[in-house]
């Protein structure tokens, strides 16, 4: 007795004209009557003509179609598949039965007059299988009305997936967009509540701009927004950094590209002012504080100072009628107002 595979060779004989072999499936237990013509070309193989178990249960026979005219038993069509039987016309596939399928399932009427099977690999299987097998074989798989309708009905599932994964996909991708708008609108926010500051350039010639510290933040600013690089910036104690350069935010719609046009290095002081000159620097006490002073001429050199930033609250003093007394004045925001009190003594120092 011969041994091929999981297949045994029970008997090779001519029987009523036609070559008959017997092979038992030995994991199944199933003996397969394989059937070939006298006529039949050297080399052709047996078709399979019937199957049945160990207790004599016919489980398969071969019925010509339409549309199938023979059945082949491919016994090692794929590295560890199970032996199929396949229903072929020229180069269609129109069916495929696995071997362990034989006893497990049975035939029903589908109400229109056709068979389905009840058990066995289900309908999802079999159609990836007749594929598989198509595919390896180079056959041109023919479904079924009832595979047509279940890929019909997988394709419309598919589709709902997809829509629904695809619904997931845009309303994260609009939640990351709000998410970004709101950081970059807080973030210009943040950089417009700084206020402009002013700067000079080298010929004496004022700047005003937004104060920023790289490109992450002027980048957050509209196209041509006036800016003025800083070494630092403090949001809490609104602090400036030195000055280094003033620009204009340049952007191109669309491409995302963000450059700083029209650089110009800045400071912080016009080099074409000529300082205001005081009258000398006096001691006066002020709230039993003793206190130092600048005294200049008249009004007109305080008004010229606190125009070049002398900071809010400062105070500085003029020359009063009166000998060794000076009027006191504290500059407040754009005012510069009289102290309380004037004239006050000056303290003489040998």
Not at 131 to 146: K, T, W
Not at 250 to 272: H, T
Not at 292 to 312: P, R, V
Request: charged share 30%; with cysteine; hydrophobic share 40%.
């Amino acid at each position: 007795m011969e041994t091929s595979s999981a297949f045994e060779i029970l008997l090779e004989e001519d029987r009523e004209g036609f070559l008959t072999c017997l092979k038992r499936w030995v994991p199944g237990n199933l003996t397969i009557k394989m059937v070939k013509s006298p006529r039949a070309p050297s080399g052709a193989r047996f078709l399979p003509a019937e199957i049945k178990d160990g207790a004599g249960t016919v489980w398969w026979r071969f019925e010509k179609g339409p549309p199938h005219d023979l059945a082949w038993l491919l016994e090692d069509w794929d590295e560890g598949k199970d032996p199929i039987i396949v229903y072929v016309c020229r180069r269609n596939l129109y069916r495929v039965d696995p071997l362990t399928d034989l006893t497990k399932r049975q035939a029903v009427l589908d109400g229109a007059g056709g068979i389905e099977w009840e058990g066995g690999r289900s309908r999802k299987e079999l159609i990836r299988l007749k594929d598989m097998v198509a595919d390896s074989l180079s056959l041109e798989p023919v479904f079924s009305e009832g595979e047509k309708r279940f890929i019909r009905a997988m394709n419309a599932q598919m589709k709902k997936k997809n829509e629904a994964q695809r619904a997931i996909e845009n309303a994260e991708r609009q939640r990351l967009h709000e998410e970004a708008q709101a950081r970059k609108r807080q973030k210009l926010d943040g950089i417009t509540a700084r206020g402009k500051i002013e700067v000079f350039t080298s010929n004496g010639s004022p700047r005003k701009g937004y104060p920023v510290v790289n490109k992450d933040e002027y980048g957050a600013l509209w196209d041509k927004a006036p800016c003025i690089l800083v070494e630092s910036y403090d949001d809490e104690t609104k602090m400036v950094g030195a000055p280094k350069e003033f620009f204009f935010v340049s952007k191109k719609a669309g491409s995302g590209r963000v450059v700083a046009r029209d650089r110009v290095e800045v400071s912080s002081k016009n080099p074409k002012t000529t300082p205001v000159e005081i009258v000398k620097t006096v001691f006066v006490e002020v709230d039993r504080e003793l206190t130092e002073l600048h005294l200049y001429k008249g009004m007109d050199a305080l008004k010229e100072i606190q125009k070049k930033g002398l900071n809010s609250g400062a105070m500085v003093a003029l020359l009063a009628d009166e000998a060794g007394m000076v009027n006191i004045h504290r500059v407040k925001g754009k005012e510069i107002l009289p102290l309380k009190g004037n004239p006050f003594p000056v303290i003489v120092v040998d």
